[in-house]
């Protein structure tokens, strides 16, 4: 049975996205553009999802709706070409060059629809000697010099899940491109191709540092800064029931309320003395370690002292001051980050749980007004179920 799913308000509300499936930075980027308010409708491929867990448990496909095409099919690129002549926006994840195979590449939707912005998020950018490279979220911090600077001295980098990479250097910079493009179109009448590659991104992220690097107030190692935990009052500490606390005591001020609720005013001269590093946070160790970590949350409790307890993901949503602002939200049996950013005239919300592939093919060929994209299928290979596969295109 089909789902109607109607656009909410949002200050993107009226736009309409079209997000060709994949995984990682690209449906992510497109549920941001969903949270926002814009009418996003995944073409799926035939045969199900792309993960490999239950499509209800995909937040990143809330807030969107979903239609099935198979690419691989005569007439499946007709189809995806019939919603990007009536889309503001157009997202693929694909290697270079596939989309273009496809039949869904930037010449053939901006012959339909010359305002079109057709966003493509790459790991590696479309072009240069590794853009047809696979490639995931660690190797592409890898190169950077990103991934160098996080861990111990002593230890090898740690893996920052795929945040870094994925999300902050990829979704991120592709949406703020897609919403500068738009601005420009709208302005100009003319779309373009946005090129988000998370190399760039990723990069990009670490501009502060090259030019701390370039002044000489870097060192090109890992913990031996300011913010890569050489510091001794910037970074975590273990409790006495092998938990963790956050300190990030930079100013004077803060360093002293530090010291004061930590039982230390005798260490109030090792801030700017870096010999006297070592000894302060061996000091600052042994002292965090004769408390568990919700005495030592009490103490630090209404101070400027910068002291934090590291909770987990599960505990995260319970936080006075997150469940307080409403960060974490529940839908649909699911807790979930409640969108971001925050809006006073356009508020957005949750207001769908994911897009079950297909679903939506109805609502949207009547919203959209492309009668024909809700008729069968033809070509492709059935499955033992009706469904049909296709190689599909990454």
């Known amino acids: 049975?089909?789902?109607?799913?109607?656009?909410?308000?949002?200050?993107?509300?009226?736009?309409?996205?079209?997000?060709?499936?994949?995984?990682?930075?690209?449906?992510?980027?497109?549920?941001?553009?969903?949270?926002?308010?814009?009418?996003?409708?995944?073409?799926?491929r035939p045969g199900g999802a792309v993960l490999a867990i239950d499509?209800?448990?995909?937040?990143?496909?809330?807030?969107?709706?979903?239609?099935?095409?198979?690419?691989?099919?005569?007439?499946?690129?007709?189809?995806?070409?019939?919603?990007?002549?009536?889309?503001?926006?157009?997202?693929?994840?694909?290697?270079?060059?596939?989309?273009?195979?496809?039949?869904?590449?930037?010449?053939?939707?901006?012959?339909?629809?010359?305002?079109?912005?057709?966003?493509?998020?790459?790991?590696?950018?479309?072009?240069?000697?590794?853009?047809?490279?696979?490639?995931?979220?660690?190797?592409?911090?890898a190169v950077t010099g990103t991934l160098g600077m996080i861990g111990a001295p002593d230890g090898p980098p740690a893996v920052p899940a795929n945040l870094l990479g994925d999300y902050a250097g990829g979704s991120l910079y592709l949406v703020v491109g897609v919403l500068a493009a738009l601005h420009h179109s709208r302005a100009t009448g003319t779309g373009q191709v946005v090129d988000a590659a998370i190399v760039d991104g990723a990069s990009h992220l670490a501009a502060m540092i090259h030019g701390m690097l370039a002044a000489g107030g870097w060192?090109?190692?890992?913990?031996?800064?300011?913010?890569?935990?050489?510091?001794?009052?910037?970074?975590?500490?273990?409790?006495?029931?092998?938990?963790?606390m956050a300190v990030g005591a930079l100013e004077p001020q803060f360093y002293a309320q530090f010291l004061d609720l930590l039982g230390l005013p005798e260490h109030a001269g090792a801030r700017k003395d870096i010999t006297r590093w070592g000894e302060l946070r061996e000091a600052v160790s042994a002292r965090f370690r004769t408390r568990t970590r919700a005495e030592w949350t009490a103490v630090f409790e209404g101070s400027d002292a910068c002291v934090a307890p590291v909770l987990t993901l599960r505990e995260a949503p319970h936080h006075p001051h997150l469940a307080a602002r409403g960060t974490f939200t529940d839908h649909g049996g699911i807790t979930q980050p409640a969108p971001a950013p925050r809006f006073s005239a356009t508020p957005v919300t949750v207001r769908t749980g994911p897009a079950r592939p297909g679903a939506d093919t109805e609502a949207v060929a009547r919203d959209w007004g492309i009668p024909g994209l809700a008729e069968p299928r033809e070509?492709?290979?059935?499955?033992?179920?009706g469904a049909r596969l296709t190689a599909g295109g990454d």
């Open 1 to 44: 049975m089909t789902t109607a799913r109607t656009p909410g308000h949002g200050p993107l509300a009226g736009v309409r996205v079209v997000e060709l499936a994949g995984i990682g930075p690209a449906p992510f980027a497109a549920m941001l553009l969903a949270d926002l308010g814009a009418d996003v409708v995944r073409v799926d």
């Open 219 to 244: 060192q090109d190692r890992r913990g031996a800064n300011l913010l890569d935990g050489g510091c001794p009052y910037y970074g975590t500490y273990e409790t006495a029931d092998g938990r963790y």
């Open 379 to 385: 070509g492709g290979t059935p499955t033992a179920d």
């Open 55 to 141: 499509p209800e448990h995909d937040v990143t496909n809330r807030n969107k709706r979903s239609v099935i095409v198979d690419l691989k099919s005569p007439d499946g690129p007709a189809r995806v070409l019939d919603l990007a002549a009536r889309a503001d926006v157009l997202l693929e994840g694909y290697r270079p060059g596939v989309a273009e195979r496809l039949g869904v590449g930037p010449e053939d939707c901006h012959a339909r629809n010359p305002r079109l912005v057709y966003a493509r998020m790459t790991g590696w950018g479309q072009e240069g000697p590794l853009a047809h490279r696979a490639g995931h979220d660690i190797a592409y911090l």
